[in-house]
C-alpha cells in the first residue's frame, strides 16, 4: 500500500510540475504565439484536449471521493483506477519523449568533432583542423638547424579521419611538431659547424671538434707569440636537431676545414730555420704543415725536406700580438715673417730637435704576415722642440726697374757663350773673373747682370782697359771690362739686361773678349756661383 502511495505521490506531483512548467512556457510563448493561437488551439484538441480534460474530471473525482471517505481511501481508488492512471501516463509519456528528443540533439550539437593525424603508421593524435598541422610543419622547419631541410627530414603524407574530441582536447602546433621529431628517425640532436653563417656539416661529437677548433688557435698564437687569436671567417658550434644526411665524421669535417690539396712541393730547410718561419715564408697555418710533415715541430736540420701542401683553406687565422718600440717624434716648425727679407728668403733663427716616444701597438697578423696595426698606448720621453724660421714677405725686383737690383745675375754677354779662361788659378797668378768671347766676339754688346747704378766707368789703355762698373745697392757689385766703347755714364741708373758697353780689346788683354766679374763685399767671387 504504501508503495503505490508513493508512486501515486511521484505521478501526481510531476504531472502538476510539467503542467505549471507547461502553463508558464505559454504565458512567455503567448505574445509570439497569439497570431498562430487557432493553429494551436485546433492541434491542442486533436492532441492533449482530451487528455487534459479527463485528467481534470477525474481529480475533481478524485478531490471529491478523497474529501467523503478520506484520503487513504482516495490513493487506494486512484491506483485501481485504470482510467486516472492511463490518462496520466498518456500525457507524460509524450513529453518525456519530446524532452529525450531534445536532449539528445543538444547532447549531438555540443559535441566536438577534430581530424585525428597519423603519420608513418603513428598515432600523433586529433586536431582542431588542418592548418594545426601546417603550422607544425612550418616549426619543425625552423626547430631544425638547418635552413635548407632536406626533404627526406620532413614527415610522409599525413593521414586524417574525423572522431570526436572529448572534451574538446585537440593538440597544438607545438605539440604535433615535438611528437613528429620524437617519432622521426631522419632528424637527430648533433652540434652544426657554420661558416660564415652557412652550414659545413654536423657532428655527434662536439667536443673532438670544438677541442681541433681550439687547437688551430692556439699553434698560431704560440708559434708568432701572440696574446690572442681569432678566425677571420665566422665559425660557429651550434646544438640543435639536425636532418641525418647532414651529419658528418670528425675525420670528414676535419678534412673539409684543412682543405684538399691544390699543389705540392718540397722546402729544403736552411740553417737556422724552424717550422714557423718555414709556414711564414709559404704563408701556411703552422698546424696544417706540421700534419703534412708528420708533426715536425721546433727548430729543423739544414737539408730537411718539407712537403709544403698548398689548400684551398676555408679558416683563416689572425694572431694578435703587442708590439712595443721607441720612435722620434718631429718637430713642428714656427714661422715668423719679416718684411725686410724678400719672399724667397728663409732663415732658420733657431733650429729644432725631435723628440721621442715609447709606442705600444696591436698588431694583427695572417699566417705571420701583418695585416693591420693599431696604437693602444704612447709614452712621450723626450718633448720635441720647434724650429724657428724667419720667412720674408717683400716681393723681390726682378731687375726690369733700373736701379733696383733683383738680387739674381743672368748672363751678362747674350750673345757670346764660350768661356776662355775661368775663375782661379792662371799662369801663376789668380784670375778673379770669368772671359767671355766667341766667334765675332768684337762689337758684341755687354748688357748688365742685374739693375743698378753706374758707380765707375774708366777709359785706360792698361790694366781693364775701357771697363765699367755696377754698383747693385745690396753689397754686390759688377765689373765689365776690355770693352770697345762705353754706352753709359757715371751715376747712370740702368735696368737688367740694358746695354752698358761692346766688347772689345782694350787693356791688358789677349784678344776681344769680355772680362766679367761679381764682387761681394769687396772680395772679387767665383761669378758660376751667383749667375742664373
Not at 505574445?31 to 484538441?45: C, D, E, N, T, V
Not at 658528418?248 to 684538399?260: N, P
Request: proline share 3%; with cysteine.
Amino acid at each position: 500500500m504504501d508503495r503505490r502511495n508513493g508512486w501515486y505521490r511521484w505521478i501526481t506531483g510531476f504531472g502538476l510540475r510539467v503542467l505549471r512548467r507547461l502553463r508558464r512556457l505559454g504565458r512567455r510563448l503567448a505574445p509570439i504565439l497569439q497570431k498562430f493561437a487557432g493553429l494551436f488551439g485546433f492541434l491542442y484538441r486533436k492532441t492533449l484536449g482530451d487528455w487534459v480534460e479527463s485528467y481534470r474530471k477525474n481529480r475533481a473525482a478524485f478531490r471529491k471521493y478523497r474529501n467523503q471517505r478520506g484520503k487513504q481511501a482516495a490513493q487506494r481508488a486512484a491506483v485501481l483506477r485504470k482510467t486516472l492512471v492511463c490518462s496520466v501516463f498518456n500525457m507524460i509519456m509524450p513529453v518525456l519523449a519530446i524532452v529525450v528528443l531534445l536532449g539528445t540533439i543538444a547532447y549531438w550539437n555540443q559535441m566536438a568533432y577534430g581530424l585525428s593525424l597519423e603519420c608513418e603508421g603513428e598515432n600523433i593524435g586529433v586536431l582542431e583542423d588542418e592548418a594545426v598541422f601546417e603550422e607544425a610543419s612550418d616549426l619543425l622547419y625552423h626547430k631544425v638547424s638547418y635552413d635548407a631541410v632536406s626533404q627526406t627530414a620532413l614527415p610522409a603524407t599525413p593521414v586524417f579521419q574525423i572522431q570526436p574530441a572529448i572534451h574538446r582536447t585537440y593538440l597544438d602546433a607545438g605539440a604535433v611538431c615535438d611528437t613528429l621529431l620524437e617519432n622521426s628517425d631522419k632528424i637527430v640532436k648533433a652540434s652544426g659547424l657554420y661558416l660564415n653563417g652557412s652550414l659545413l656539416g654536423a657532428v655527434t661529437d662536439s667536443a673532438a671538434l670544438s677541442a681541433y677548433l681550439q687547437e688551430l688557435l692556439d699553434t698560431e698564437k704560440t708559434a708568432y707569440n701572440g696574446e690572442d687569436a681569432c678566425f677571420l671567417e665566422s665559425v660557429e658550434l651550434v646544438e640543435g636537431l639536425f636532418a641525418t644526411d647532414h651529419v658528418k665524421s670528425f675525420a670528414e669535417i676535419k678534412q673539409l676545414l684543412t682543405g684538399s690539396v691544390q699543389e705540392k712541393t718540397e722546402y729544403r730547410a736552411k740553417k737556422g730555420d724552424t717550422v714557423e718561419s718555414v709556414a711564414q715564408k709559404q704563408a701556411l697555418p703552422v698546424l696544417f704543415l706540421s700534419e703534412d710533415n708528420g708533426g715536425i715541430s721546433g727548430k729543423l736540420k739544414a737539408g730537411t725536406v718539407l712537403n709544403i701542401c698548398k689548400r684551398q683553406q676555408l679558416l683563416h687565422v689572425l694572431v694578435v700580438h703587442s708590439e712595443t718600440y721607441e720612435q722620434e717624434i718631429p718637430y713642428d716648425t714656427v714661422t715668423t715673417e719679416d718684411d725686410t727679407l724678400y719672399s724667397d728668403e728663409t732663415i732658420v733663427t733657431s733650429a729644432g730637435e725631435p723628440g721621442r716616444e715609447e709606442r705600444t701597438d696591436r698588431v694583427s697578423c695572417e699566417c705571420g704576415k701583418e695585416t693591420e696595426r693599431e696604437n693602444i698606448k704612447r709614452t712621450v720621453l723626450t718633448k720635441p722642440v720647434a724650429e724657428q724660421v724667419t720667412v720674408g714677405t717683400q716681393i723681390r725686383p726682378t731687375g726690369e726697374e733700373p736701379g733696383v737690383a733683383s738680387g739674381v745675375f743672368s748672363w751678362p754677354a747674350p750673345t757670346l757663350w764660350t768661356v776662355t779662361s775661368e775663375y782661379g788659378a792662371r799662369w801663376g797668378t789668380v784670375h778673379r773673373g770669368l772671359d767671355i768671347s766667341g766667334s765675332g766676339a768684337t762689337g758684341q754688346p755687354i748688357v748688365a747682370s742685374d739693375a743698378g747704378v753706374v758707380s765707375w766707368v774708366a777709359f785706360d789703355d792698361y790694366g781693364y782697359g775701357y771697363h765699367v762698373e755696377v754698383d747693385h745697392g745690396n753689397g754686390f757689385v759688377t765689373r765689365y771690362a776690355h770693352a770697345s766703347d762705353i754706352v753709359v755714364t757715371q751715376g747712370q741708373k740702368v735696368a737688367k739686361g740694358e746695354l752698358l758697353a761692346y766688347v772689345g780689346n782694350t787693356g791688358d788683354s789677349q784678344g776681344a773678349h769680355l772680362h766679367f766679374e761679381i764682387i761681394d763685399n769687396g772680395t772679387q767671387m767665383d761669378p758660376r756661383l751667383y749667375l742664373e
